[in-house]
């Protein structure tokens, strides 16, 4: 009776014992299983002893406790990094909505304006760009450009300075007063009186673009400015026609010829509609080309904001800074803090098993020495454990 109670209060003794304990493993097994008579039950509380490294062999590998608490001091200093990472790419992570939503934003708005033109043809007409009208346009305008320059170095050459003993003998001859259109050496002739001729006509294109700007004038008031800008072109364009219409007609006076007044002379209607009313379409025709192109710019600027803002977006994708080395660096020095001993966990529990079962030898210990084999053979499939090196972690660190 004695022996009974000794034996319950070893085995309630050995059950809750979680002290880490570096022995002999075989010779403790021989020991333990002497003190409990081969228990199983007892015998499988050694064996998860064992895999939670609470039991361990005298020279087990592992960090000493002034490492592990280098690795608990490099921890904490890691945890720090993650937090700052984490804190950064939050950060970065909003900022990355914002553009992306600001891409869905233009995006909706492209295919609303695509799908109000589609429903609409006659505004499609009017708002869609066209790559035809805009060439035919502006190979006109080009064209237009260039008689306007030579028209107004002429107009100018042949107001401000005359010849007219050369009128006098082009009219003897019965050529004329010679074409408002300057010839070659006409050009010349001009560059050889005043270089600054040739700046005439940019001051008729400068009326041009003013016509525009007035144009672009949200104000009622911009009818006045154009009336006025168009009133001041007629004008000069007036004043050249009637200087060139009086320098011909004094050159007929001179030689006794009769001369007409500028309202009878249909060279002087000429010249000036020639000017002033190439002036007005060319006028007209830029207008037309800058907001046909305006048209155009409206989509590519939308794409080009696009195209910014995905390229935005991946700088700053590529400014995140990835934490899974830091997570699994952490998780590797926990692993250091709580490893109890680096060594083969199958053969520390065969050699725990060896001097247990050597105890159950006598043949009228057989039954337990049956049942303690197949408690460890289901308990190493069960747990997996195999040959090799392991690392047995505390599992209540």
């Not at 049942?371 to 460890?376: D, E, F, P, Q, V």
């Amino acid at each position: 009776m004695a022996s009974t109670e000794e034996q319950s209060k070893v085995k309630n003794h050995e059950r809750v014992v979680h002290q880490i304990e570096r022995v002999n493993l075989y010779d403790f097994g021989y020991e333990k299983s002497g003190n409990v008579k081969g228990d199983p039950e007892m015998f499988s509380s050694y064996l998860n002893r064992i895999a939670n490294g609470d039991l361990v062999e005298e020279n087990y590998q592992g960090l000493t406790d002034d490492e592990k608490k280098v690795r608990r001091e490099e921890i904490k200093v890691l945890e720090a990094k993650q937090k700052e990472f984490e804190s950064n790419n939050a950060k970065i992570e909003i900022e990355i909505k914002e553009k992306e939503k600001k891409i869905d934003e233009f995006r909706q708005e492209l295919l609303k304006i695509r799908e109000v033109k589609n429903n609409d043809h006659e505004k499609l007409k009017a708002e869609t760009f066209s790559g035809l009208k805009f060439g035919i346009g502006m190979f006109i305008l080009i064209m237009l450009s260039v008689y306007l320059f030579f028209f107004y170095v002429s107009a100018a050459y042949k107001a401000l300075y005359v010849d007219f003993e050369k009128i006098a003998d082009n009219i003897a001859q019965g050529i004329g007063t010679g074409s408002i259109m300057p010839g070659p050496y006409e050009l010349s002739e001009a560059i050889q009186y005043n270089y600054l001729l040739f700046l005439v006509p940019f001051v008729f294109y400068a009326f041009g673009w003013a016509f525009h700007i007035l144009l672009e004038l949200k104000q009622k008031i911009k009818i006045l400015f154009i009336s006025l800008l168009i009133a001041v072109t007629f004008t000069v364009d007036f004043l050249i026609a009637l200087i060139i219409h009086n320098n011909t007609e004094m050159a007929k006076e001179l030689m006794g010829l009769a001369t007409k007044k500028w309202s009878a002379s249909s060279t002087f209607y000429i010249i000036l509609f020639l000017g002033f009313l190439v002036y007005i379409i060319w006028s007209i025709l830029l207008d037309y080309l800058l907001k046909e192109w305006d048209k155009r710019k409206i989509s590519i600027n939308m794409k080009k904001i696009i195209k910014h803002l995905r390229a935005d977006v991946k700088t700053l994708q590529s400014k995140i800074i990835s934490i899974e080395g830091i997570k699994n660096q952490i998780a590797a020095f926990r692993d250091d803090v709580s490893t109890v001993f680096q060594g083969n966990l199958k053969k520390y529990i065969e050699q725990f098993s060896s001097g247990w079962i050597a105890y159950l030898a006598p043949n009228n210990m057989k039954a337990v020495k049956d049942r303690c084999l197949n408690l460890k053979k289901d308990f190493e499939e069960k747990n997996g454990i195999k040959p090799g090196i392991v690392r047995v972690i505390s599992r209540r660190g």
